[in-house]
Each structure stands twice: as C-alpha cells, then as structure tokens.
C-alpha cells in the first residue's frame, strides 16, 4: 500500500493522472524493492518484471520520495536491483525512461535506444543496460 501510494505521488498525481489498472495489471507475479528508512518509512520503490524467460529484466515505476530525491536513494535502490539481477541470471536490464530523468539513468551505466515515444501523456525513451 505505501509503495502504491509513493508511486501515484510521484509518476501520476505529478502529471495529473492516477495510477490505473492497466499500470497495476500482473503485478502480482513481478518483484516489488523498496528501500526504507531507519524509521522503516518506505522512501523509494521499484518494480521489476522478468522477460524472456528470465534473461532479460524490465525496470518499472521508478520512484523516490520528494524529501529523498537527489540523496542516492535511487542509485542504492538500482544497485540492489541489479545485483539481485546478476544472481538471478538477469543478463540484460530494460526500461522506458521519462526523458527529462534520462540523465539518471546514464548515471547508472544505461544508454539510450531507438526513439523517443509518448507514454502517459510524456516523452519518454527506451534504455537498456547489459549486465
Ligand atoms: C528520478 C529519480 C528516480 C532519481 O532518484 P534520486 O534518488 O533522486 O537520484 P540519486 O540521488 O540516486 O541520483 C543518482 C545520480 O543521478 C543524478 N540524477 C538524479 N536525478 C536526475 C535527473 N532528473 N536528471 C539528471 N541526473 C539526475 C544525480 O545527480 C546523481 O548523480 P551523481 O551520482 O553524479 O551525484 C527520482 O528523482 C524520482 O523519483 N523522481 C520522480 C519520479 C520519476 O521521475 N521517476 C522516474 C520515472 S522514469
């Protein structure tokens, strides 16, 4: 519930949208991180889905506390994400950014591929990041 809440916080209420079904739909068979503080206040959170029989992972729904952003909340969350990857047999890592964070994710080692497309309401960019 508190990951639902931070995500409708800051990927749709920041954008005038609400978190919809078809954002919510298979859930519950993809793996949910969040990083919490030390008073176990939820301060980021991620989802991840496994394709391609589990060789290739897609990054979704991104999202880190407003009063935590720009602290590594985001990076330390990524780098948990990835290396539970490696041990997992991940070998590649994907994700649809929004293009005004692109610059977030180059940071952690992703790069950009094909063109840019609309995705609830903003541009955003495919990336991908082998492991
Ligand atoms: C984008 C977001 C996930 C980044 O998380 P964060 O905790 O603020 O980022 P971090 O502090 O871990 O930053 C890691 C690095 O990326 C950089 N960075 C962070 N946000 C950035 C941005 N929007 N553009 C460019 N660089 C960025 C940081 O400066 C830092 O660089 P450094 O290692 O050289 O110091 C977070 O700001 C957020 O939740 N934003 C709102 C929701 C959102 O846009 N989610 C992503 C949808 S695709």
Not at 21 to 36: A, I, R, T, V
Not at 52 to 59: E, I, M, T
Not at 98 to 115: A, D, I, N, P, Q
Request: hydrophobic letters at 40%.
């Amino acid at each position: 519930m508190e990951m639902l809440k931070l995500r409708e916080l800051q990927l749709r209420a920041s954008i005038g949208l609400v978190l919809a079904n078809s954002d919510l739909e298979g859930e519950d068979k993809q793996h949910h991180f969040g990083l919490f503080n030390s008073s176990l206040q939820l301060c980021a959170c991620v989802v991840l889905s496994m394709e391609n029989s589990g060789q290739r992972g897609k990054l979704r729904q991104m999202a880190v506390e407003t009063d935590y952003q720009l602290r590594g909340m985001g990076r330390s969350l990524y780098e948990y994400v990835e290396s539970w990857c490696r041990v997992h047999g991940v070998r590649q890592i994907v994700l649809h950014a929004r293009t005004s964070v692109k610059g977030f994710y180059y940071k952690l080692g992703f790069t950009e591929c094909g063109v840019e497309f609309v995705q609830a309401t903003l541009p955003h960019i495919k990336m991908l990041k082998a492991l």
